[in-house]
């Protein structure tokens, strides 16, 4: 590797996207994207969700090939085939959740699929003896036979770069590397990446800590849906240039309802406090008080870990709180079933719509019926003509393109079942709706048509509120924006806030740890 | 001319006039064709195959299989599986047997000889009471179904053995002083020449047809094996429904071994032994999906027809036991094999 940054020109371009393009159906995730890679260098890839980052490094790393355009290495075009032919070529990428057997132990996770044979077997003495030398380089003390279960997630994470290392990696992906580290792993880990780059290793860094991500960054490469909106160097650039490509200045999710008059307080929460659902002794939730009337759209803004899902599920029924209350239109619902709170009027659209919000197994129209069935059931059986009529009025209210109600979920775009999912539970007619990151990985029209459809119940007297992550998204259609950090409320903001106070208060902007 | 009714709404409801390709049409109805293919080779082989008193004398062996398999249905709609309904319908025909042998209650110095209705309910119930435990270990301990319900095989097996310390009831005719006489009507009778247990087997068959398309229960059923964290976040009661399946699977196994036990007159501590797996085999012929949330009855029926028909079949052409084994098993493999194209390309 020495050999290699000698020969080579540190900042020469060695890897590159050509007008790369990525289609998955109508879903255009990647529209023509130029993206260089400096030997040596740290380039670090911004985006908000769904701005087509962790496409374009699946793309650089062989784990998806591009629909057009083409990576050039070495100023040679090449395809690779997987993400093992892209590894033979130098090219190594640690994704956001690690890839390591918790069961086994750091030796075998970093040989593994390529142990070292000799005619008698494995040769664990050899193993081990690189990987000695691999955490030497590193300057970890973790032992070769330490199970990786054991350690903590920033140790893994340097067991993730150290099996990158070993393959002799030239080029590094990593993606989200510091979200699930304390500020000294965090440290540690720079520090690493700035020996690698000594060391003539390109790093592609991705983050949303944008602070942090200054930091160590040599160059900034800005993507929004799908196209890559700027490039600079890290001299010539600041948090808000950052910020200001992110989010775009044009764009316009809708401004908050108004011309009506909002109602009594329908969701009052009173100093609700959640434990860790790991079992670890903190509280994700911290004697948090918040209440949301009638016809109000209430937004709350936090980073990953804030404790913005725990709220949302703990007050929808699925937690339970230890201590604190939820009242539902002055009616005590503290610790409810989660059927007994969608009768009620309190209902949740979770975030992850594949996991939490559909049945892959059954049609769109017996999604959209799932959470009323009562609704059309008559003593024992349920009617098929008024089930008919309801699933025909939620496609319709709710906008889905679909062939019908019996078309299948998975033919669906990811803007329409994440409608599926809102339309289902507006089917219920709650009087409160939570949706936990409503705009997560569908294109920006679609988020449009979301907020407006928020905003149109809002006036009909549905109080909303919904997290995101995006804090172009908080400054759209909420009457009030609420700051989360660390399981309690850090600020409160009224629609003309700036993104940047919103980003201060999260703890964003400021050095995260 | 698809199979399952639900192909024939979608068709419908697509409104599409395309004519779905003669490759599709096979491979929709496979299990329906693959039951006409077994019955024309095996009338061409044979030709006492293709008789009136053939085919109701196979439809009563199939009735056995068949309602263990609509209570397994249940269970792997759900996502689960059943290891035990075999040993639950043995331990049910030898308690039939114990309770129709007089029940001696010696403080009172009587021997009560409970009439063959009250039999019947009482061991409904008891396969209720093993599909509850079955339930309760799944829903609330958290024991892995397979585990769960390995398990009560052993226990449910080892507890008719112990009944019976190894024998078999015989004469379960009862007598006509004690009153207790008809239970033999189950597996020997017939309704306008049709064997009553073709006729319950039948009568299930509806029930869960309806229970499964017409009720909250049955969408219950295959949202919470779809996906059983989007079916909890949409209000439905997943423990409550896992639990039903498995007592529904018992009781279902508590009625085919008062079916078997009738039939042969004679309830025994083994009978059942590896019936979980004919069911299971007869749902996944059916074309559902052991991952859950696919399924239909009368898929799974098909399946236990084909199943029963093709080993009869190649009893009646004299074909060795062995073999037949290496047919069923043949046939299986090949329908898992095909459920798993079909479910791949979605």
Known sequence: MSALAET???????????????????????????FDIHRGQVTTLFGENGAGKSTLMKILSGVVQPTSGEIVLDGEAIAFASSSQARDRGISIIHQELSLAPNMNVRDNIFMGREIMTATGVDFAEEERQTRLLMEELEEDIDPLTPVEDLRLGQQQIVEI?????????????????????????????????????????????????EEALQITNHAVVLRDGTMTAYAERKDIDLE????????????LGSPPSGYDKGDVALSIEGLTVPDPGGADYSVVDGLSLSVRAGEIVCIYGLMGAGRTELLETVAGRLKPSSGS??????????????????????????????????????????????????????????????????????????????????????????????????????????????????RGIDIG???????????????????????????????????????????????????????????????AVHAH | ???????????????????????ELLFEGRAFFALIAIVVVFSLMSPNYFTVSNFLIMASHVAIFGLLAIGMLLVILNGGIDLSVGSTLGLAGVVAGFLMQGVVLPQLGVILYPSVWVVVILTCLLGAVVGAVNGVLIAYLRVPAFVATLGVLYVARGIALLMTNGLTYNNLGGRPELGNTGFDWLGFNRLGGVPIGVIVLLAFAVVCHILLTRTAFGRWLYASGGNERAAELSGVPVRRVKIAVYVLSGICAAVAGLVLSSQLTSAGPTAGTTYELTAIAAVVIGGAALTGGRGTVIGTMLGAFVIGFLSDGLVIIGVSAYWQTVFTGAVIVTAVLLNSIKYARR
């Open chain 1, 162 to 210: 150290a099996r990158a290392l070993s393959v002799n990696s030239r080029i590094l992906i990593m993606d989200e590397p510091t979200s699930a580290l304390s500020a000294s792993e965090v440290d540690v880990l720079f520090k690493v990446i700035r020996d690698l780059t000594n060391r003539g290793v390109s790093i592609v860094y991705i983050s949303h800590h944008l």
């Open chain 1, 8 to 34: 080579a020109q540190k900042g020469e371009v060695v890897l590159a996207a050509r007008n790369v393009a990525k289609s998955y159906g109508n879903v255009h995730a990647l529209k023509g994207v130029n």
């Open chain 1, 326 to 439: 939820v009242k539902l239109k002055g009616r005590d619902v503290t610790g409810q079933s989660i059927a007994g709170c969608i009768r009620d009027g309190l209902v949740l659209v979770p975030e992850d719509r594949q996991r939490d919000g559909l049945v892959q197994t059954m049609t769109v129209g017996r999604n959209l019926s799932l959470a009323s069935l009562g609704a059309f059931t008559r003593g024992l059986f349920t009617s098929a003509a008024r089930e008919l009529d309801l699933v025909g009025d939620a496609i319709r209210k709710v906008h889905i393109k679909t062939d019908g109600g019996d078309a299948a979920i998975g033919s669906l775009s990811g803007g329409n079942q994440q409608k599926v999912v809102i339309g289902k539970m507006l089917a219920t007619n709650p009087e409160v709706i939570l949706l936990d990151e409503p705009s």
């Open chain 1, 241 to 252: 240039w950052i910020v200001r490509h992110m989010v775009g200045e044009n764009f316009d």
């Open chain 1, 446 to 508: 679609a988020k449009a048509e979301v907020f407006k459809l928020l905003a149109e119940r809002a006036k009909q007297g549905l109080a909303v509120v919904y997290t995101t992550s995006e804090v172009g998204e908080c400054i759209s259609i909420a009457h009030r924006i609420i700051v989360m950090r660390r399981g309690r409320i850090s600020a409160e903001f009224g629609p003309d806030v700036t993104k940047e106070q919103i980003m201060a208060a999260s703890g964003e």
């Open chain 2, 1 to 23: 001319m698809s199979v399952t009714p639900a192909i024939d709404t979608k068709a419908a409801a697509n409104g599409s006039k395309r004519k779905k390709s003669l490759v």
